[in-house]
């Protein structure tokens, strides 16, 4: 049974950091490309980053390049979202997934002073 389950989202200041972990099961981790999407009210669900299966390659959303850090520890089936210098319009849901194929359930993330 595929398992994808987010943590570390929750409530922080404009200009401090958080790291999302997303933890994976059920499934050759080690095979797929992991990504982070996330969607605020009213928007649409959007690609924030990307990495490769091997973690040779990573890919980021104009609006966060700079700021975030997408890294994947295949030894421990997880992958990670470091955020910094965050701000009020990063708040959004964020989700993990594997392949284009299998979603997590999200992890809320608000960005408030």
């Known amino acids: 049974q595929v398992q994808i389950v987010e943590s570390g989202g929750g409530l922080v200041q404009p200009g401090g950091s958080l790291r999302l972990s997303c933890a994976a099961s059920?499934?050759?981790?080690?095979?797929?490309?992991m990504s982070w999407y996330r969607q605020a009210p009213g928007k649409v669900r959007e690609l924030v980053a990307s990495?490769?299966?091997?973690?040779?390659?990573?890919n980021y959303a104009d609006s966060v390049k700079g700021r975030f850090t997408i890294s994947r520890d295949n030894a421990k089936n997880t992958v990670y979202l470091q955020m910094n210098s965050l701000k009020p319009e990063d708040t959004a849901v964020y989700y993990c997934?594997?392949?284009?194929?299998?979603w997590g359930q999200g992890t809320q993330v608000t960005v408030s002073s």
């Open positions: 997934n594997a392949g284009g194929r299998y």
């Open positions: 990495i490769s299966f091997t973690g040779g390659s990573t």
């Open positions: 059920g499934f050759t981790f080690g095979n797929y490309g």
